[in-house]
C-alpha cells in the first residue's frame, strides 16, 4: 500500500448504530488530519494530530471521536450520528516543517450516510 | 464567511488551449497558497503551491500566480489535456505554525477533446 488508505470506502449507518473510520499513512508523516466535505461546501478541518496529540479540534460535536493510537494510523468513532452528518470524510497527512511550508496528501475519503 | 472564494463553479475548454482557474482571497494573514485536483471518487491530489514571498511558481504545464494586493490567485494550464477534467480546489494556510488549510468550494474543469 502507498500513499494514505481509508477504510471503509462507503458506509451506511442508522442513528442509534456506532462506528469507525480508519486512516492509515504509508509516508512516514508526523501529522494527520480529518476533514469532511458535504454538498456544495468546502472542505472542513476537523481535527488535527502532531506527533499523535490532537493539536487542534474545530469545533467539531461531541459524536465525533477521534483516536491517533501511534504516526501511521488515525481513527474517527462515530456514534448517535444525524442525518446532516452524511458527508464524504477525508484523512490527509503531511511532515510538519517550522516554515509551515508542508504538503498535505489526502486519502481516497469515506462517503457517510447517515439514515 | 468563506475566506476563499472560487467564484466559477464550473469551465469547459478546448484540449490545447489554456485552462485559467482564479480563486479569490479575504484574510490577509494567509501567506501559503495550494491547488489541489480532485478526481471522483478519489481524494484531492496536491498540483502546486506558492509562499507569498513569490509571484509565481511553475511546474510543467502548471503555473500559479499570486496577486497580494489583489488578493487574488490563478491557476494556469497550459496546453489543457483531457485528463486534466477534474474539480480543482484552491486552499490557503495563515504563517507560522498553523495547520489549517482553508478550502475554496472548487471548480469543475471539462476539457474538451
Known amino acids: 500500500e502507498t500513499g494514505v488508505t481509508q477504510t471503509p470506502r462507503h458506509l451506511v449507518m442508522g442513528m442509534t448504530n456506532k462506528k469507525s473510520l480508519k486512516c492509515e499513512q504509508h509516508?512516514?508523516?508526523?501529522?494527520m488530519y480529518w476533514y469532511k466535505q458535504s454538498a456544495k461546501k468546502p472542505l472542513e478541518l476537523m481535527f488535527v494530530?502532531?506527533?499523535?496529540?490532537?493539536?487542534e479540534n474545530n469545533s467539531v460535536p461531541s459524536r465525533f471521536s477521534p483516536e491517533c493510537p501511534n504516526s501511521s494510523h488515525l481513527f474517527l468513532h462515530l456514534h448517535t450520528l444525524q442525518p446532516e452528518d452524511s458527508a464524504l470524510y477525508l484523512c490527509?497527512?503531511?511532515?510538519?516543517?517550522?516554515?509551515?511550508?508542508?504538503?498535505?496528501?489526502f486519502g481516497p475519503g469515506t462517503r457517510l450516510t447517515v439514515l | 464567511d468563506q475566506q476563499v472564494k472560487q467564484n466559477s463553479p464550473s469551465l469547459s475548454v478546448q484540449e490545447g488551449r489554456i485552462s485559467i482557474l482564479n480563486c479569490d482571497y479575504t484574510n490577509s494573514m494567509f501567506d501559503y497558497f495550494l491547488w489541489y485536483k480532485k478526481y471522483p471518487a478519489e481524494g484531492p491530489t496536491f498540483l502546486i503551491s506558492?509562499?507569498?514571498?513569490?509571484d509565481k511558481n511553475e511546474d510543467g504545464r502548471f503555473t500559479v500566480f499570486l496577486n497580494k494586493s489583489a488578493k487574488h490567485l490563478s491557476l494556469h494550464i497550459v496546453p489543457s489535456q483531457p485528463g486534466d477534467s477534474a474539480v480543482y480546489f484552491c486552499a490557503a494556510r495563515k504563517g507560522g505554525s498553523n495547520y489549517k488549510l482553508t478550502f475554496g468550494k472548487g471548480t469543475l474543469l471539462t476539457v474538451n477533446p
Open positions: 509516508l512516514g508523516h508526523n501529522a
Open positions: 494530530y502532531s506527533l499523535e496529540e490532537r493539536v
Open positions: 490527509a497527512s503531511s511532515q510538519r516543517t517550522s516554515g509551515g511550508t508542508d504538503t498535505q496528501y
Open positions: 506558492i509562499s507569498s514571498i513569490k
